[in-house]
């Protein structure tokens, strides 16, 4: 039977979904779900609700894996027991910490083992800051739990530690792995990071995937 995988996120989530559908399901070794909704995240749940959402996924798809990858719109005041919190106070990263630990509290209760990918660096330094606040949080509570792991996509992507639009794709290439928006991944470079994250399950749960040698990176 295929590992069943479900991919989770925001519009970032929906680029890295589709090449991990991409490079999982041409293993024939995986089944992969992608349901990221773009402009979501975890502070908005007026906009969107994922602890909802996920438990009606884990009761449809039921999967083995669950794939995270959020956090671009989160850079927003959270309500935290009814009082507002603005971004980087500590209410707010206490708050916010909770609910990443509901969401992989209640994937986890359904038996799914739960990889969070770190956000990427961005152009805007601002927003940067915003987003490694976020990965600081999401590393330190997938900790916590049994059977998560987290994956830095700043290592795959920028392993120079500083932003860059261009890089080596899956082939070797030299090209193009973000948007002009200085926030998205192009298609080569959603590959790349695809492919990082099954690397680091294959070597924390010993899976075996057998990922292509040379997988392509799809355009839609």
Do not use: C
Request: negative net charge.
């Amino acid at each position: 039977m295929p590992l069943r995988v479900l991919e989770i996120g925001d519009s970032l989530g929906i680029d890295l979904g589709d090449q991990l559908k991409s490079q999982l399901d041409a293993t024939g070794m995986a089944r992969t779900t992608v349901a990221s909704v773009g402009d979501s995240g975890l502070s908005n749940t007026t906009y969107f609700d994922w602890p909802g959402h996920l438990a009606g996924l884990l009761n449809t798809d039921r999967p083995q894996i669950v794939v995270v990858f959020m956090g671009a719109n989160d850079d927003q005041g959270l309500y935290v027991n009814g009082i507002a919190s603005a971004p980087g106070t500590l209410t707010w990263v206490e708050g916010y910490a909770q609910r990443v630990d509901e969401l992989v509290r209640e994937a986890r209760s359904s038996g799914a083992r739960v990889v969070w990918v770190g956000m990427p660096l961005m152009a805007n330094l601002d927003l940067d800051a915003a987003m490694q606040r976020e990965n600081t949080i999401y590393e330190r509570e997938t900790e916590s739990f049994s059977a998560t792991l987290y994956v830095s996509s700043i290592s795959a992507l920028d392993a120079s530690g500083v932003y860059e639009t261009n890089g080596e794709d899956t082939s070797g290439g030299h090209v193009a792995l973000r948007t002009p928006d200085g926030v998205h991944l192009t298609p080569a470079g959603a590959g790349v990071l695809a492919r990082a994250v099954i690397k680091a399950v294959d070597q924390q749960w010993d899976l075996t995937l057998g990922i292509p040698t040379v997988p392509e990176p799809t355009t839609n």
